[in-house]
């Protein structure tokens, strides 16, 4: 794990095996959280382990079908999550999402920022504008909605302050083929990150990334079948277990 404000996980690194569920036991959270994307893969992992630890979560993603099967899935657990179908790429209903959870819950203590889309793998020149622009707007614009949103609420409650998680990429490092857009707005996040950070100081906001590579999920598994590589090959990659990275994100949260 790659920590300096940010978290790196290693897919070559870590096993493939779920990892137990992590439970804090006597510090179990009351907290509250926002996690956008929670509907599959990554987001739905890590609103899984925050809720089984006592976080209320507030469950963001534009299906609303997927965001209650969470629920479902989280038992009892469920009894603490807000749904709340929204895109993050609108100003408007971001504002409706921070609106909703202080309604709902009084306060935000966590930020994760997990909603993330990527383009076509199609040669750079023959991206569309459309193309990239919608890459653009979810995770890069998307992310700074939020955080915009977490900063005006995190700043005025009491106690003040709270945390942002970003999940940037093994991009954020090193691109592969075909993926400009994907690419360029993971970079772009690890900069919008250090800059949170800074800015949040004075309002006792912190702020990190975490950096995932091959987290086993429904996108991720085209990767172990092959994908192209730098070199020019196709190739297969091992992929880790979400639960690592719902883990580490929990530990964060902490």
Not at 43 to 63: M, S
Not at 140 to 157: P, R
Not at 208 to 232: C, F, H, K, S, Y
Request: proline share 6%; hydrophobic share 40%.
């Amino acid at each position: 794990v790659w920590l300096h404000s940010q978290s790196y996980l290693s897919r070559a690194n870590l096993p493939t095996q779920p990892a137990p569920p992590c439970d804090r036991g006597k510090f179990q959270s009351t907290e509250t959280t926002i996690i956008t994307g929670a509907g599959t893969g990554i987001g739905k992992a890590v609103a899984l382990a925050l809720l089984q630890n006592g976080y209320q979560v507030a469950l963001a993603g534009r299906r609303q079908a997927l965001l209650a099967q969470v629920v479902a899935d989280a038992g009892a657990a469920g009894a603490r999550a807000l749904v709340v179908p929204t895109d993050v790429s609108d100003p408007v209903s971001v504002r409706t999402l921070f609106t909703r959870t202080k309604e709902a819950f009084g306060r935000l203590d966590l930020l994760f920022n997990n909603a993330g889309v990527g383009a076509p793998g199609i040669p750079l020149e023959e991206l569309s504008y459309a193309q990239w622009q919608t890459v653009v707007a979810i995770n890069l614009t998307g992310v700074f909605l939020c955080t915009q949103e977490a900063f005006k609420l995190m700043k005025s409650q009491e106690p003040r302050g709270g945390r942002i998680i970003n999940n940037g990429s093994i991009s954020a490092h090193a691109p592969r083929p075909n993926s400009a857009p994907y690419t360029a707005t993971k970079h772009a996040l690890t900069g919008l990150t250090k800059a949170t950070a800074l800015d949040g100081r004075k309002y006792d906001i912190a702020c990190g990334q975490i950096d995932i590579g091959n987290a086993a999920t429904e996108l991720t598994a085209r990767m172990a079948q092959g994908v192209p590589q730098a070199n020019g090959q196709i190739a297969g990659e091992p992929l880790m277990a979400v639960e690592h990275v719902a883990n580490a994100v929990l530990y964060m949260a902490n």
